[in-house]
């Protein structure tokens, strides 16, 4: 039982998961940089990741340690694909405030 407090395998899991859905559209944004719905496109995308985040929330019962772990892949998965170091910081903040 004591283990199953370390077992952040779900959460790294979605991190990265999360991490990859922000990069796809974010790709396709940077592609259109010159439509004037970007912010608005923006706002949609947060809104869509903070959903994916409460559903995950609603079903699992996450400790500080897994929610670290969570945070650790989404950040390091966007800092992987080249992200600027400031902008995953940020993204990253976003996440673990939602938390």
């Known amino acids: 039982m004591v283990f199953n407090w370390f077992n952040a395998k779900e959460e790294k899991i979605f991190g990265s998961s999360l991490a990859d859905f922000y990069l796809e559209r974010h790709k396709t944004e940077a592609i259109n940089k010159n439509n004037k719905y970007v912010e608005r496109k923006q706002k949609e995308l947060f809104v869509k990741m903070l959903q994916q985040l409460e559903s995950?929330?609603?079903k699992h019962q996450s400790n500080v340690y897994k929610k670290a772990q969570l945070g650790n892949a989404f950040k390091w998965r966007l800092m992987e694909?080249?992200?600027s170091t400031e902008h995953v910081d940020q993204l990253t903040r976003w996440l673990t405030r939602q938390l």
């Open 81 to 83: 694909s080249g992200l």
């Open 56 to 58: 995950f929330k609603a």
